[in-house]
Nanobody
Framework: VQLQASGGGLVQPGGSLRLSCAAS????????MGWYRQAPGKQRELVAI???????NYADSAKGRFTISRDNAKNTVLLQTNSLKPEDTAVYYC?????????WGQGTLVTVSS
């Protein structure tokens, strides 16, 4: 399974970005899909996850500002990020679980700065 993430970039505080991640390859049945992020000098942390049934959970830092969604037919997971803050600056990674194996995307950089 290969993951291709896109949508990162430079945005001003208060702005929005939509991150997308598409899975391809020998996919059996993806269960959980999610987004994580890693800021410089920090450990990777969970941002949001979504089950195959559409139930979502968010890190406290993401609640009310970020929305995760998925398209099961296209094996795609999206992360709509709004009201971005400088502390949201990080490399964002998508992750999917297929046959109980975790797969990671290559990461997309989000920079929030004026």
């Amino acid at each position: 399974v290969q993951l291709q993430a896109s949508g990162g970039g430079l945005v001003q505080p208060g702005g929005s970005l939509r991150l997308s991640c598409a899975a391809s390859g020998s996919i059996f049945s993806i269960s959980s899909m999610g987004w994580y992020r890693q800021a410089p000098g920090k450990q990777r942390e969970l941002v949001a996850i979504i089950t195959s049934g559409g139930s979502a959970n968010y890190a406290d830092s993401a609640k009310g500002r970020f929305t995760i969604s998925r398209d099961n037919a296209k094996n795609t997971v999206l992360l709509q990020t709004n009201s971005l803050k400088p502390e949201d600056t990080a490399v964002y990674y998508c992750r999917v679980v297929d046959k109980m194996i975790w797969y990671w995307g290559q990461g997309t950089l989000v920079t929030v700065s004026s």
